[in-house]
């Protein structure tokens, strides 16, 4: 094999194993039942209305609209190796999937067991990411659509995801409001605080989405030096994202 074809092969592994910790932290952030990060958080609805469909399959589908909104945004600038966000989004579907199946046992009783579940799920998501990122391999649509709207709006990276990931969860609560007559989710409307404290079976928006939407892009500060640890290579030489 050659040099080229081997380094390839070695990046989309090890970021695949990224995508494998990212998926984990969504399927802790589901079960947890505090609240689902931002990124999950319109899957997890539509599969709480449509169970036959798996929160994977829904992310894939999701996943498929965002690839369909960059083309319409980027026109001819989209390109077809962005194409590849479709295999990825099915790779990291059937992951979720497949998480959430392994910890199938898990029941957490309490909020406080809860509140850890969404706490470890913060910081498997942020391991995640540093690994996915620092390959620069999978293109991920949310993120590319991030990106899109970046480029033809001309504003910085950071503010456009802020304002999208809040549109979503914004979205995900107006599904959940017509869907269950409930806007944090599937479980019968009982006040604020049952929601809170997670004694409501369906979360979809809470306390747990709130803590997700801001500690993992927190905890990325501790995650990002200990994966280029890992790697063996100082921050200075790992690869950005694109």
Known sequence: ???????????????TVGLVFAALGIALSIISNLGTSPLSC???????????????????LVNLFYVLLQ??????????RHLMQIPAS????????????ALSWLHPGNF???????????????????????ESAWMLSAEMTVAAFSKLLRKPFSPVKVVMD?????LSVV???????????????????????????????GLGTLLLAILPGALMRLTDPLVDCLRG??????RTPR
């Open 175 to 205: 599904l959940a409001w017509i869907f269950f007559s409930n806007p944090f989710g599937a479980g019968p409307w009982t006040g604020l605080g049952d929601v809170l404290m997670a004694r409501t079976d369906g979360v979809v928006t």
């Open 166 to 170: 809040t549109l979503v969860v914004v």
């Open 233 to 238: 290579r100082s921050g200075k030489d790992a």
């Open 90 to 101: 099915a790779l990291f579907g059937y992951m979720i999937d497949g998480c959430l199946w």
């Open 1 to 15: 094999m050659n040099p080229k074809a081997k380094d390839i092969l070695r990046r989309y592994t090890v970021a």
């Open 42 to 60: 319109p899957s997890y609805v539509l599969n709480l209305k449509w169970p036959v469909l798996s929160v994977g399959t829904f992310t894939l």
């Open 71 to 80: 083309m319409a945004l980027l026109r001819k600038d989209f390109q077809a």
């Open 112 to 134: 406080v067991a809860r509140l850890a579940l969404t706490l470890l799920s913060a910081v498997v998501t942020a391991f995640g990411v540093s690994i996915a990122c620092r």
